[in-house]
């Protein structure tokens, strides 16, 4: 698989210019990611008859999104950035798209940093809204995994998010060393995997809110098994034991709360 093991050598990560800037297919791959969760959404409202408009999906989406990407940015400085202290004395600079003068747009995103912040619009948007809103976190637990295999994918093409050193056939040489290709590991675990299982099980949910539930154990439990394939963030290496990565310390987290959600939502229903 010699073109394969060299593919980074023969692959340019911007896939074009306008004018001075470079439009790189990791954002492309993101817009992707979007539209595919949107119009995914929009499949699963009409084939279950969930009873959303076209207008309360689209409202929703631009919510969560400014939610997200303030939410990734903000967590990555806060849980991987070795700068912290500087962005907390400069806190403009966190979304500062240019370095020297040139456009290099805004690097370094945290999925768990994008939780918090999807959270937080989600909260916002019922406060506004008043739908309901576990109903629609279930559609936002189907619809997130389709988006988050192109996402992944994007890490691929962006050459970003190294795998460990490794030595089996299909690996990818970074400079020079041959690793795993784990984004593209995490885009069928954390992705196609995790969208299997909730589609397989979404007619036999119990309750509302079970799917959003549900979604973040699978996906922690996802993301925790990666990780053994993944390249620690180099500016922290391991966290725990000389084994844990910061991704699947968050992940843990992220598991224990999944399932005291799904415990106290089950009870809530039960009550009502």
Do not use: C
């Amino acid at each position: 698989m010699p073109f394969w093991n060299h593919i980074y050598a023969h692959f340019d990560p911007v896939a074009f210019k306008l004018g001075p800037v470079a439009v790189h297919w990791y954002g492309l791959m993101y817009m992707l990611a979007l539209l595919g969760a949107l119009y995914a959404a929009k499949f699963f409202v009409k084939k279950d008859a969930l009873g959303f408009s076209n207008q309360i999906l689209e409202s929703y989406f631009i919510w969560i999104e400014i939610g997200i990407v303030l939410g990734a940015r903000i967590g990555y400085i806060l849980f991987y950035d070795p700068h912290l202290d500087y962005y907390l004395a400069h806190p403009w600079q966190m979304f500062n798209p240019f370095m020297d003068g040139t456009f290099v747009g805004i690097r370094g995103m945290s999925y768990h940093g994008a939780i918090v912040g999807f959270l937080l619009g989600t909260w916002f948007f019922y406060l506004k809204y008043k739908v309901n809103i576990w109903r629609l976190l279930d559609l936002v637990a189907l619809s997130v995994p389709v988006g988050y295999i192109f996402g992944r994918i994007g890490n691929f093409l962006n050459q970003e998010l190294f795998g460990r050193v490794t030595d089996v056939p299909w690996g990818i040489y970074v400079d020079g060393v041959l690793r795993h290709p784990s984004q593209l590991y995490e885009a069928l675990l954390e992705g196609l995997a995790v969208f299997l299982l909730l589609y397989l099980y979404r007619s036999s949910k119990k309750f509302d809110g079970e799917l959003i539930a549900l979604y973040g154990l699978f996906y922690s439990l996802a993301r925790f098994t990666a990780e053994f394939w993944r390249e620690p963030d180099f500016q922290i290496g391991f966290v725990y034991g000389g084994w844990m990565s910061k991704g699947q310390a968050l992940s843990l987290v992220m598991a224990v709360a999944s399932l005291v959600l799904y415990g106290v939502i089950k009870r809530r229903m039960k009550r009502g």
